[in-house]
């Protein structure tokens, strides 16, 4: 099991995305992600990466911690530097497969990263979500 940092219930409390996350798993019968910053780090570096790539879309494996049976990602690319929680998740709430991902009981941790940049021509806002067990 993967080790979670000291102020784990507070990392979680403050990401408004990690907090909308858990609306949506409580209403649905689901438990709780807990922070992660082995995925919350993986999930900013990934971010990071695709803007200094030029690239948006899933990679192979997710850089986190060897310790996680189990790993998810989500993405979003939003065109303002200030997504809202609420637009993000509901989207992924709206895609089948990213709801998936989000309501799947086997997962207990979670990360997310940030980044802003220009993807391509454009400025953009990349948000990565790493999901672990």
Known sequence: M???PANAASA???NPF???VNEARVSHGLTKLKASTSLRRSSRGYARWMLRR???GHRAS???SKRFTLRGEVLARMRTSKPTATQIVNAWLDSPAHRAVLLNPRYRY???GLAH???GSRPATLLVGHFGR
């Open 117 to 119: 940049g220009p993807l």
């Open 110 to 112: 979670i990360g997310v």
């Open 54 to 56: 030029n690239y948006f």
């Open 62 to 64: 997710i850089q986190a």
């Open 18 to 20: 990690v907090s909308k």
């Open 2 to 4: 993967a080790s979670l």
């Open 12 to 14: 979680t409390a403050s």
